[in-house]
Structures are given as structure tokens and as C-alpha cells.
């Protein structure tokens, strides 16, 4: 029983640690988003964000190209349109072995 137990330990995937989303801004078009990651290197590591709206329809995505092992949180920004009349967008975060989270972080522009 030991033995089975140590292989479904080693054959089970980790629990996922989704990005969070520590702070968002929204100035002249421009998104500010900060994330906190348990990256541990270019195997892990937060790899993008994107604004959505409420449907899902997706406005804008920022793709973070190298894990931030040592800088953590950290801040990266985006140019992103924002149609007229919208008053609440969604951050989706995703990981480099996760994907895109389920969840989302609400944003109000206002």
C-alpha cells in the first residue's frame, strides 16, 4: 500500500497556483496589472493576462514572455481599446503549465 500511495502522489498532478491579481489600473487606455506567481522558472511561471468582458469577448491580451522568479509581485502594462459604455472589465490570468484560469478578477473603470 505504500507503494501505491508513493505513485499516486508521483503520478498526480500539483494543485494549480493561478496568478493572482494584485492590483489593476486604468489610465489613458493604458492597464496596469500586477500579479503574484509561485514562478520557479522557465517550468512555471505566470505567462499572460488579458482584459475581457462580461460575455467573455476578449479586448486585449499581455503575454509575459520569461518566468519573475526573484520580482515578485510584478507590474506589467498593455494598451488596450475599451469599447464606449463599458464600465466593468474582466482580468483573466494564465500560467505556463496551467493555462488560463477559470476565474476572473472584476475591474470597474469608473
Do not use: C
Given at each position: 500500500m505504500k507503494y501505491l500511495t508513493l505513485l499516486l502522489l508521483t503520478a498526480?498532478?500539483?494543485f494549480a497556483d493561478?496568478?493572482?491579481v494584485?492590483?489593476?489600473?486604468?489610465?489613458n487606455g493604458r492597464f496596469d496589472v500586477t500579479l503574484s506567481h509561485?514562478?520557479?522558472g522557465w517550468d512555471h511561471y505566470a505567462d499572460g493576462w488579458r482584459i475581457e468582458l462580461a460575455d467573455g469577448t476578449i479586448l486585449g491580451t499581455r503575454?509575459?514572455?520569461?518566468?519573475?522568479?526573484?520580482e515578485q509581485p510584478f507590474t506589467r502594462s498593455s494598451q488596450i481599446?475599451?469599447?464606449?459604455?463599458?464600465?466593468?472589465?474582466?482580468?483573466?490570468?494564465s500560467d505556463?503549465?496551467?493555462?488560463?484560469?477559470?476565474?476572473?478578477?472584476?475591474?470597474a473603470l469608473n
Amino acid at each position: 500500500m505504500k507503494y501505491l500511495t508513493l505513485l499516486l502522489l508521483t503520478a498526480t498532478p500539483a494543485f494549480a497556483d493561478t496568478a493572482v491579481v494584485e492590483s489593476v489600473t486604468y489610465t489613458n487606455g493604458r492597464f496596469d496589472v500586477t500579479l503574484s506567481h509561485p514562478d520557479t522558472g522557465w517550468d512555471h511561471y505566470a505567462d499572460g493576462w488579458r482584459i475581457e468582458l462580461a460575455d467573455g469577448t476578449i479586448l486585449g491580451t499581455r503575454v509575459l514572455a520569461h518566468p519573475h522568479v526573484e520580482e515578485q509581485p510584478f507590474t506589467r502594462s498593455s494598451q488596450i481599446a475599451v469599447p464606449e459604455g463599458v464600465d466593468t472589465v474582466f482580468v483573466r490570468t494564465s500560467d505556463h503549465v496551467d493555462g488560463w484560469a477559470d476565474a476572473t478578477t472584476p475591474f470597474a473603470l469608473n
